[in-house]
Structure formats: C-alpha cells, structure tokens
C-alpha cells in the first residue's frame, strides 16, 4: 500500500504566474483536501474533493482552483501568483467523506513566490 | 468560527523528562480531534486521533486526553527523547471535509 505523493517537492514562482502542484491519494482513498500552511501557522483548509467533485471550501479567492481525476489523483492550482501564496501546500487523503475519517498527509510542496 | 490555540509555543526539555502539551478550542461541537507531530520542511504525521465520545487514546509513550465540554485537550508525552524533537499540532473536526488547526508546540528535547 503507497502513501499518499507530493510532486514537486519544491517550487519557485515569480508573482503574477500560475502553478500547478499534484498529488496522488493513498489506495483506495476517494477524497483528497488541500491545505496551505504559511511559515510559523497550522495549515488552513483550501478545499476536499470527493469523487470528482468539489465538496467544501475554506476562505481562499476563485484563483485557487482544483481537480480530481477518475484515479482519485489530483491538481491544485493556483493563478495570479502573490507574494503572500508562497507557503508548504499539503494534500491529504481519506477512504471516505465521514466525520470520523482519518486524514492521511503528503510531505507538501514548498512553493517560494518571488 | 472555530479558533484552536496551542500553549506553548515553544518548549525545551532535558532528556527524560516527561512533559504536558496543551490544545484549546473555541467550539466544542467537534466530532473528533486529532494530534501530529510534523518534522521540519515535512508533512504531518498522525499520533493519534480521539473521537467526541471518548475521553482518551493511548499509543506507546503518547496519551492524548480529550474535554469537549471545555475545549481542551492534552498531550502527554512520557520519558522525552532527542527524536521526540518537532513540531505538534492539535486539529480538529468539526465537519465531514474540514480540520481546524492550531499552530503548534515546536518541542526540542536536549541530549
């Protein structure tokens, strides 16, 4: 059974780009979160997606979209790139969407906007 | 809104030692909370997880206890050692898609 992957492990973007990060959900888990944990903080909730679908949102603007592939794997991206974005981007995955699931966590990507 | 505070922020500690890390929430309508240790640069690692019905979990040297009713919750880590060293955050759920997060205890254990 793999864990759940983080591809790139590390990013450099200057303000105004897009980017793309990616993440790959432990077998057999159909619903990945993304999380943003500045420098310091906790992380913050970005958004889940469940089968495909998005299923809830923290308070992150529209530029701050998302997908989920048939593969259950899954994109975060993000346009118009500010300086206060660059961040460790998390995703977890979980078998189910229940109150009481365990979320399980990828090493993140540390994206660096200058 | 749900608020999650971490008391310290930081803590050094010799060795041995046994030591309390503390978690508070503002709202106790929970459904479960859960602790992680976190390495830097790293992801998260969970250490265990306490559902709203129970009062505590145990894992080895690791005991979380849970309060809901006054929005606390402890972790208690016994005979500290130099890899215990990291950061740990306390989380809670409060919805079927979304963990609340405090900012966490960064603990080193000094040799």
């Known amino acids: 059974e793999t864990g759940v992957t983080q591809s790139p492990t590390h990013l450099i973007k200057t303000r105004g780009q897009q980017v793309t990060l990616r993440c790959s959900s432990q077998?057999?888990?159909?619903?990945v979160s993304w999380y943003q944990q500045a420098l310091g903080q906790g992380p913050q909730f970005i958004f889940q997606y469940y089968r495909e679908e998005e299923n809830g949102r923290g308070n992150f603007p529209p530029r701050f979209s998302g997908l989920q592939f048939p593969n259950y794997s899954s994109e975060l991206n993000v346009n118009a790139l500010e300086l206060d974005d660059s961040a460790l981007y998390l995703c977890?995955?979980?078998?189910?969407?229940?109150?009481?699931?365990?979320?399980?966590f990828g090493p993140g990507t540390r994206l660096t906007v200058l | 809104k749900q608020e999650v505070t971490q008391i310290p922020a930081a803590l050094s500690v010799p060795e041995g030692e046994n030591l309390v890390l503390n978690c508070s929430f503002t709202d106790s309508a929970i459904y479960n909370l859960q602790w992680f240790r976190q390495d830097p640069g790293k992801g998260l690692t969970s250490l265990l997880l306490?559902?709203?019905?129970?009062r505590e979990q145990t894992s080895g040297r690791l005991n979380a206890s849970l309060d809901k009713s006054s929005g606390r919750s402890t972790l208690y880590i016994a005979a500290s050692q130099p890899g215990d060293s990291a950061t740990y955050l306390c989380a809670v759920k409060t919805g079927a898609n979304n963990l609340f997060f405090g900012t966490g205890t960064r603990l080193t254990v000094i040799p």
């Open positions: 306490i559902q709203s019905s129970q």
């Open positions: 077998s057999g888990h159909n619903t």
């Open positions: 977890a995955s979980s078998l189910v969407v229940t109150t009481t699931d365990t979320q399980y």
